[in-house]
């Protein structure tokens, strides 16, 4: 086989941290079953072979059917996947750490490093697809068969890995790519599952309800009056939300929905600054109730956009008053 001008150890990383963000748990199970099960004649890279404790065997196939479960049911899928959003990073940069095993302290610190970053983002990209698929409602494809079909992934990439590090690295690099225009959305529907979930905690202490102008941040207050501070009082009111394909706005967008003079209006922050999305120009079709989240369905243009509020924000009722099918 021709040299390959990367130490293939360091071409294996990547690859190895994004399956590991995707499944940990299978990824270890894998890897620990490789030379158990003889499906390799050649010794797995650095210190990976430790995995192959019977120990460690049993304990990661037993955390392996405990996720299959929890994905079963949102709640527990959320508070799953928030947990995880720690043990990820730090089980991806030990994985570094096994497979970079005799290297150099820099290659050792960077790789470290690199897996953390890369099996953090991969988790809340794949724990965000997860949400929106929660969120919109969608039934197809079945939740069951999404797992199916991410494990698939995972023994895909992990075989691959090991027999020809330098395809798997280029395979990586090229979905890295593909799916880059959706990482910070993914990453902010996941992001927004967890307020949910907080929210949902909090919302036994206090009374669903808009937030007042007073409770409203300026840059909110400001793009739903036009200019200058919220006047009079009282003439704006708001509520934390996420949206889902609203017209103007990214996949997925963190911001408020503000009640002002013009009419209801969705706000978020872009680097250039805040801006709006003006939602009387969308029919709503819908709202719904559920145990963690209130969702406003807009048709518009031709496609089908979803606003989501906590349940500490306003009620049902509440916004069917300021959203009806002929407002909108």
Known sequence: MAQLPIDPLLMALPPLAVAAGVDLYLTLLLIGAVPTLGL?????????????????LITVGLFYVLEFASERFPTAAIVWSAFHAIIRPVSGMLLALLLLDGQ?????????????????VAHGM??????????????????????????????????????????????????????SPATFSLLRAFE???????GRFFVLFRQRRWSTPEELPTWVSSMAEGEGPVTPAGAVRGSRSGAFRLPGA????????????????????RRR????????????A???????????????????SFVFFSVGGPGVESLRAEFTPQQA
């Open 250 to 269: 990214p996949m997925f967008a963190l911001g408020w929905v503000v009640v002002g003079p013009g009419g209801p209006l969705f706000v978020f922050r």
């Open 126 to 179: 794949r724990s965000g697809a997860g949400v929106l698929h929660w969120l919109t409602g969608t039934t197809t494809p079945p939740t069951l068969l999404l797992s199916i079909a991410e494990d698939f992934v995972v023994i895909g990439l992990v075989s691959l890995t090991l027999d020809a590090p330098g395809w798997a690295f280029t395979v990586t690099a090229v979905a890295a790519l593909c799916l």
């Open 192 to 198: 927004y599952a967890v307020l949910l979930l907080v």
């Open 286 to 304: 819908n709202v719904l109730e559920s145990g963690l989240f209130r969702r406003l369905d807009l048709l518009g243009n031709g496609r089908r």
């Open 40 to 56: 390799w004649a050649d010794p797995l890279p650095g210190a990976l072979g430790d995995l192959d404790s019977p120990s460690v």
């Open 104 to 120: 150099p302290l820099p290659t050792l610190i960077g790789g470290a490093a690199l897996a953390g970053f890369l099996t953090s």
């Open 273 to 284: 600054g805040a801006t709006g999305v003006d939602l009387t120009s969308l029919d709503a």
